[in-house]
């Protein structure tokens, strides 16, 4: 199969994010933002590494256009570092900040690939968390003024919009487990950082709208197909709780104006749902928006009984501060996520591309006839470099092609699935796990900084029809 299978408009892509790729941390009056504080916390980090370099994408971006032609992309979804842009999260704008993306666009849109840009990809400026983070009503306000920036400045040459990438991280990895930045313990209440999350995302939107009226914008979600693990009433409570937790709280605010009254009980906010979130948050929060993003990447089988036991602690490698860490399911700890016997990523993470469809599903029942996009798709796998540079990775490769498979079944279910961005372009920091993790496409030797494409790079690239697929000699070098 190729992308002629697929429907005329169909748009192929690549993903990236600004912390994962940039580097350039204080380049051009970017300030901190919390992933920069949490990287230098010890034990944060798998392997003790920051992003202070990453892919140095900054000062690399035109390189890394040039692969994404080589690839035959039609769009490329990166995000956009809050940091760069208005650095203490108040403010007026930096001119700087706003000319690197003008840069890398301008870059892209002289390839023909349409840049899909991200508003929120995980960094907040650490001068807003220093004032209590996502867990403050304020930093939605915050988060609109810096959309306004951002649209102002880009809005003429940017037509895709994301607010949000996965508030489910932001909220529960960030603000509950600990896991991720800025690595708080706040229990039940990382749910009202889930409700500033959304808020900002509604916020935004309007913020996009006003700016730039003709702009398709929309907010990415992480959704998981979940089951029990048999039908007892008890395994099929943990499967509602998880289900509630993953996708229903971001899902019905989003798409149906409200949220899920038994997720909200089992946190044990429903008083501060009651008294905090007000009909005028819910309109805002469910704005009639272009699209919906889906990062896909696995489906959870849960039981009762058992100790949560998170995604990421079920990679065997996974290190200390992992397991002591709370859960990142507040009010639903007695759930175990349970195995299969499915073939796993080196994430642990199982593999389950039929659940791709079941979670376009669950979006296309709420709203139906609503363009959804697979915004992130992709894998990690421990990569071997031969002598020449390149990598041999039939895993990951069909790993893309199982998924890209679904696409085309979601499509002939009659899911409007109008896109696919595979995770990642380029082999970048996998935040915990900083450097162990490689979800590349294309790999990189973070000692000379060398882009080669993998074997699944090559294979996305006969599939697309790009300059790539050519037969060898015939593609331009980079590197
Ligand atoms: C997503 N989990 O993150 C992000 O959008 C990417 O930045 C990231 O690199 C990619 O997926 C691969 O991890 C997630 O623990 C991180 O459930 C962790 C989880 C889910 C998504």
Redesign the pocket.
């Known amino acids: 199969m190729d992308r002629t299978a697929f429907p005329p408009g169909f748009v192929w892509g690549t993903a990236t ?1 600004s912390y ?1 790729i940039e580097g350039a941390t204080v380049a051009d009056g970017r300030l901190p933002s919390i992933w920069d504080t949490f990287s230098r916390r010890p034990g944060a980090i798998a392997d003790g590494s920051t992003g202070d370099i990453a892919d140095d994408h900054y000062h690399r971006f035109r390189e890394d256009v040039a692969l994404m032609a080589d690839l035959g992309l039609d769009a490329y979804r990166f995000s956009l570092a809050w940091p760069r842009i208005q650095p203490d999260g108040r403010g007026g704008v930096n001119r700087a900040g706003i000319d690197f993306y003008r840069r890398l666009v301008d870059a892209l849109l002289e390839h023909g690939i349409t840049p899909w840009a991200t508003l929120y ?1 995980w960094d907040l400026p650490q001068t807003l968390e220093d004032e209590g983070g996502w867990m403050q009503r304020d930093t939605a306000s915050r988060f609109a003024e810096y959309t306004a920036l951002a649209v102002e400045g880009l809005g003429d040459v940017v037509s895709h919009w994301i607010t949000l ?2 508030p489910w ?1 932001s909220a529960f ?1 960030g603000y509950a487990s600990g ?1 991720h930045a800025p690595g708080r313990h706040e229990g039940s209440g990382s749910a009202r950082a889930a409700h500033h999350l959304l808020l900002a995302h509604g916020w935004g939107l309007d913020e996009i709208r006003r700016h730039s009226p003709a702009a398709t914008a929309g907010i990415t979600l ?1 959704l998981y197909s979940v089951r029990a693990a048999s039908d007892s009433a008890d395994d099929l409570d943990a499967a509602r709780r998880i289900d509630g937790l993953s996708n229903r709280l971001f899902l019905d605010p989003v798409l149906r104006g409200g949220y899920p009254a038994d997720v909200v009980a089992d946190l044990g906010e429903s008083a501060w749902f009651a008294e905090n979130v007000s009909e005028q948050d819910l309109a805002a929060i469910s704005a009639p928006i272009d699209f919906l993003g889906v ?1 896909f ?1 696995s489906r959870h089988t849960v039981a009762a009984g058992a100790p949560a036991d ?3 602690t079920t990679d065997a490698a996974g290190f200390e501060a992992q397991q002591a860490a709370p859960s990142a399911y507040p009010g639903s700890e007695a759930v175990a996520f349970v195995g299969t016997d499915a073939p796993r990523t080196q ?1 642990g993470w199982e593999i389950h591309p039929d659940a791709l469809v079941d979670v376009l599903e669950m979006a296309a029942d709420r709203a139906p006839g609503l363009p959804l996009y697979i915004t ?1 798709n992709g894998s990690a796998y421990e990569d071997v470099v031969g002598p020449d540079g390149t990598v041999d990775d039939p895993e990951r490769t069909a790993y893309l092609r199982l998924h890209v498979d679904a696409c085309s079944e979601a499509i002939r279910r009659g899911l409007p699935l109008r896109g696919y961005f595979a ?2 372009l380029i082999d970048n920091f ?2 915990a796990w900083g450097y162990t993790r490689r ?1 590349g496409i294309v790999h990189v030797d973070y000692d000379t900084m060398r882009r080669t494409p993998k074997q699944s790079g090559r294979w996305f690239a006969r599939f697309l029809g790009g300059p790539l697929a050519q037969p060898a000699g015939s593609a331009a070098g980079h590197g």
Do not use: D, P, R, V
């Open positions: 994010a994962q990809h990438n996965e991280c990895l896991h992480n990062n990447y998170h995604a990421l994430m992130e995770w990642s996998e935040w979800f």
